[in-house]
């Protein structure tokens, strides 16, 4: 199975490992992971309960194209952005909305909440003065983030939930855009047992 999208773009925005938001230091090049070290670093972003029979799908830049590693049976997929070594397990609506974000469309066509865990932490890209953008440019640089577990349905900020991350908190990442959704700081790890 084969889902093309425009960009990964969007997945270096969000995701990963501290106890608090910290600056990040520039990458260093990694060897290829094996698609069987592909698979468990892209589960190790779940709870082991979901993850063990969730689907794992890579991003082939050959193909331009996201393929199947293994077929899962719960309705989760997982998957592995190397350029900031975190790996993200969502259901259908959270797959959903990241492929939206990352084919860079107005709005995600989800029409239902989606759940989506990282339990390595992630990165996100952030000014000077603590606003969350999508995309690194002059003015952010990037921020390191605790594990965590999303709720991918668009926040009104109006809800008087934090629109900046809260450590060990909840907050909304993208306010006032259509791919606002919550960032809950809890390591899903420990979540399911």
Known sequence: ???TIA???WLLAPALLGAQAQPMAQPMAKKQMTNAEFTAASRAAAPAKIAANATVMRWNPTTKAMETLAAGTNGFTCTYVDDFGAG???DANAWQFMMDAMAQ??????TAPGICYMAAGGQHFETA???IK????STTHAVKEPPHWMVM??????????????PNGTYIMFAGTPYAHL???QDPATMMK
Not at 105 to 110: A, G, L, Y
Not at 134 to 137: K, N, S, V, W, Y
Not at 154 to 166: C, E, L, N, R
């Open 105 to 110: 469309k107005p709005k995600p066509t989800n």
């Open 7 to 9: 960009s990964m773009t």
């Open 1 to 3: 199975m084969r889902t």
């Open 134 to 137: 999508m995309t690194a440019d």
């Open 129 to 131: 003065s603590g606003e």
């Open 183 to 185: 960032m809950i700081y």
């Open 88 to 90: 993200f397990c969502g």
């Open 153 to 166: 349905w668009p926040v009104d900020a109006s809800s008087g939930i934090p629109t900046k991350p809260v």
